[in-house]
């Protein structure tokens, strides 16, 4: 355990009473959290709570609006982990140095990493559909509105950023095989920017942006067989392209790169997310590799993590960027047969 785990234990307990009115009975480390630290709370009653416990100093307004989106989305019929409330009818209890969330713990769930295959296509497509349609009520994005399409991939800035890490790499003499990889693949990228374009040329003028879950990936999405259980992890409510989102989703680097499949799935996915959300455009669904290509091709992460974050370079996050990288190529491959087996699905 980190230092103070065991202050930190009491004082969650002492809140968990307090604030939640909740008698714990256990309370044990739970599943690694990305920047907070997680525990599994049992109450007396036999019943298990998720607890996040956010490091400070860290955005607690940020973090209470993303539990309150949490709810919203819970209200419109989204399979969710509903945060609780405080006595005080906050989302975040604080105090004495402490600060954390409570929502229900699911029990015999698996998250979505690497796991989209067979009836998890559609039902993925249908859910995150479903999850738009109720997430473009959402008061800070009404209504959905149209932005430029290469903005949704952030291609207008891809040059400066690139351009900015290879110089910060080329001022230093590189330590290890993935710094020297890195840099060599920032390069690459930089130089592939023109073609990029020239792909992104395809893209729909305009494309939707609404309010969305905001970092739907693997782990965010929990599963209970081929079914959706819940969502999760969602942030601040900001309007972002549904398809954007969408496709991070379902070409996640460890489906595309190791289901032979992934094609024809993702084409079953959209077909079922068009069902649920039939609101948005059907030309932006068809563009949905080509966006999702251009945003990984204008993407720096993790390539500058050994000059931003040298201490958190671990060999897995090394181990996603061979395959982040390995994705975007096989996305680009595959760019003008999903959006000719799309048009056949969605017209």
């Known amino acids: 355990m980190h230092a103070g785990a065991e202050e930190e234990i009491s004082a969650v307990s002492a809140l968990l009473q307090t604030a939640y009115d909740i008698k714990p009975s256990s309370l044990s480390k739970g599943p690694l959290g990305t920047a907070t630290r997680n525990y599994i709370a049992r109450d007396t009653e036999g019943r298990l709570w998720f607890v996040k416990v956010y490091p400070l100093p860290t955005d607690l307004a ?6 309150e989106l949490t709810n919203f989305a819970g209200q419109a019929g989204v399979p969710v982990t509903v945060a609780r409330r405080t006595s005080n009818g906050s989302l975040i209890a604080s105090a004495d140095g402490v600060a954390f969330s409570v929502c229900e713990y699911l029990t015999g769930t698996e998250t979505a990493v690497g796991g989209l295959r067979g009836k998890r296509w559609p039902a993925v497509g249908t859910l995150v559909g479903h999850m738009h349609r109720g997430l ?12 430029p399409s290469q903005e949704v991939c952030q291609f207008p800035d891809a040059h400066r950023r690139l351009a900015a890490l290879v110089a910060r790499y080329e001022a230093r003499t ?26 992104l040329e395809k893209l729909p003028p305009l494309m939707t942006v609404q309010v969305v879950h905001g970092d739907l990936t693997g782990p965010n999405l929990l599963l209970r067989g081929d079914d ?9 409510p900001e309007p972002r392209s549904p398809v954007w989102e969408l496709g991070r989703m379902l070409t996640e680097e460890q489906t595309v790169c190791a289901e032979p499949d992934w094609l024809s799935g993702l084409v079953r996915a ?30 720096v992460y993790p390539l ?7 201490d958190a370079t671990t060999s897995s996050m090394e181990a996603y960027g061979y395959v982040r990288h390995k994705a975007a190529g096989v996305l680009l491959e595959h760019l003008d047969d999903a959006e000719e087996e799309l048009r056949k699905q969605l017209s």
Not at 62 to 67: D, M, P, R, V
Not at 180 to 187: E, F, G, S
Request: no cysteine; glycine share 4%; charged share 25%.
């Open 228 to 236: 959706v259980a819940a969502v999760i992890d969602f942030r601040p």
């Open 136 to 147: 473009a009520h959402h008061p800070s994005g009404r209504p959905p509105r149209l932005i």
């Open 270 to 299: 959209v077909s079922a997310y068009h069902s649920a959300n039939p609101s948005l455009p059907t030309k932006e669904l068809q563009a949905i590799l080509r966006v999702a290509t251009g945003y990984l091709a204008s993407s």
């Open 174 to 199: 590189p330590r290890t095989d993935f710094e020297r990889w890195a840099i060599r693949t920032a390069r690459e990228r930089l130089a592939s920017l023109p073609d990029i374009a020239d792909k």
């Open 304 to 310: 500058r993590e050994p000059l931003d974050h040298p």
């Open 62 to 67: 940020g973090e209470q609006q993303a539990l």
